[in-house]
């Protein structure tokens, strides 16, 4: 079945070393989001990429970076820079190079813990 | 004021109940989305509207763009329905807002 798979579900990393999400997806979906998401807040864009070699800043990019290198791929860095790293990071693909213009699949999400 | 409000943010129902969740949005939209967020924290797109009404099983998604509101509605409320959904707009300057969430609780 086709879909989009995060990994770790859980992870967890001390205060200053940078780590990495992994976002891949099989749908052929050319455009891929990553979210973050807070207790109470609703979902906020960090990156999204319509096309490969392609990626665009969100409205929370401040200390993240991304890469897409794969159609398939879109890993998500979290570096020493964020300042409040630990959330429920969520990746996203979608179909149409339309930013929103068709329906969003969902990972399963990874959370975040940074002590 | 968030651009995205949705009501009730927390919802408790008996099975079989009727239930509907709101949500008023403040920007001119060319889309909206809803989604289900379960339990263990995977989204799952429900609808995407623009106008009108969208029927799927025993979900219906309503908009009505003057208002600039919609309404998810859930007949024959389950248990399985339990989880949160969520409301997020495509603006015209085609970025994307969400809601905080509604939590639906619906006990056997």
Request: include cysteine.
């Amino acid at each position: 079945d086709g879909g989009i798979t995060q990994s770790p579900k859980y992870l967890f990393r001390k205060e200053g070393q940078n780590v990495t999400l992994s976002c891949e997806q099989n749908l052929n979906h050319d455009a891929m989001y990553w979210y973050r998401q807070d207790p109470g807040q609703g979902l906020r864009l960090i990156y999204y990429s319509q096309i490969v070699n392609d990626f665009q800043k969100g409205d929370i990019a401040e200390g993240y970076s991304v890469s897409r290198e794969k159609k398939e791929s879109f890993p998500l860095t979290v570096t020493s820079a964020q300042k409040n790293p630990t959330a429920f990071y969520l990746c996203a693909s979608s179909h149409s190079t339309a930013y929103f213009n068709s329906p969003l699949h969902f990972g399963n999400g990874t959370r975040l813990t940074v002590t | 004021k968030n651009e995205v409000e949705q009501s009730p943010q927390n919802l408790t129902a008996q099975e079989g109940e009727f239930i509907t969740i709101n949500c008023s949005y403040s920007v001119g939209i060319s889309a909206l989305h809803w989604l289900q967020q379960h339990p263990g924290g995977g989204i799952v797109s429900l609808f995407m509207l623009s106008s009108g009404k969208k029927k799927h099983g025993r979900l219906i998604a309503t908009i009505n763009i003057q208002e600039k509101h919609s309404s998810l509605h859930i007949t024959a409320s389950h248990p399985r329905d339990s989880a949160v959904y969520i409301c997020a707009v495509k603006g015209d300057n085609n970025d994307m807002r969400f809601g905080a969430g509604t939590r639906l609780t619906v006990k056997p």
